[in-house]
């Protein structure tokens, strides 16, 4: 009978660690939890200042040496300073995600599922600059759904959109991804040859 609890959403008090991971970046964990924390999409606390009434991330935010919150289908991805070693924040943590953490019905964005993606059966590379903002904006989306945030997600980050301006993209790395060197050497190039193959040789992709 508990086992069939753990996919329900849950009231603070009620989760459970099961798993705390590492992700490529030194400076961020995974803490997996026992049921379903995002009802649809994500949902990312960047700072102090992003938390508006949300007691778990204030809470999280008052602990020295968090930098930011992302979570994601069933885990909390939680990045530091790297002046802080994790053993001083773990504990305080874990702690506070358990006691504090409930579930959250929409993130800030939802996310579709990776292989249905109709936009992209009438996309033509072509007819890309002659999109307007919107139109460019969920064809890239798209993209990304398909070959870039499956990955990102497995490593406890993401990736959103800001802007496109001209031949620039610019994004944004949450959870994991956003402080990790990687992100802004292979990863970042390895995103930006992808989208150059994709829609336009002399499109650019700047990390924000």
Not at 81 to 101: F, P, Q
Not at 120 to 131: G, H, I, P, V
């Amino acid at each position: 009978m508990s086992e069939q609890k753990t996919s329900d959403p849950k009231e603070a008090g009620t989760y459970k660690i099961v798993r705390v991971q590492p992700t490529p970046n030194p400076d961020a964990f995974q803490f997996m939890l026992n049921g379903k924390v995002m009802g649809d999409g994500t949902k990312t606390f960047d700072s102090p200042e992003d938390v508006g009434e949300d007691v778990m991330a204030k809470a999280l935010f008052d602990i020295f040496g968090i930098q930011s919150v992302y979570l994601k289908e069933n885990f909390v991805t939680i990045t530091k300073a790297n002046t802080v070693g994790w053993h001083t924040l773990m504990e305080k943590t874990g702690h506070t995600l358990e006691e504090l953490l409930s579930f959250y019905e929409k993130g800030d964005e939802a996310e579709h599922a990776a292989d249905v993606h109709p936009i992209l059966e009438e996309f033509k590379k072509e007819d890309f600059f002659n999109y307007d903002g919107e139109r460019q904006t969920e064809v890239v989306n798209a993209l990304l759904d398909v070959a870039i945030r499956p990955a990102l997600a497995n490593d406890g980050g993401g990736i959103n959109i800001l802007a496109i301006e001209g031949k620039q993209i610019k994004i944004h790395y949450q959870g994991a991804c956003g402080s990790c060197p990687s992100s802004t050497t292979g990863t970042l190039q390895y995103i930006e040859t992808f989208l150059k193959e994709a829609i336009h040789p002399e499109l650019e992709v700047q990390a924000n």
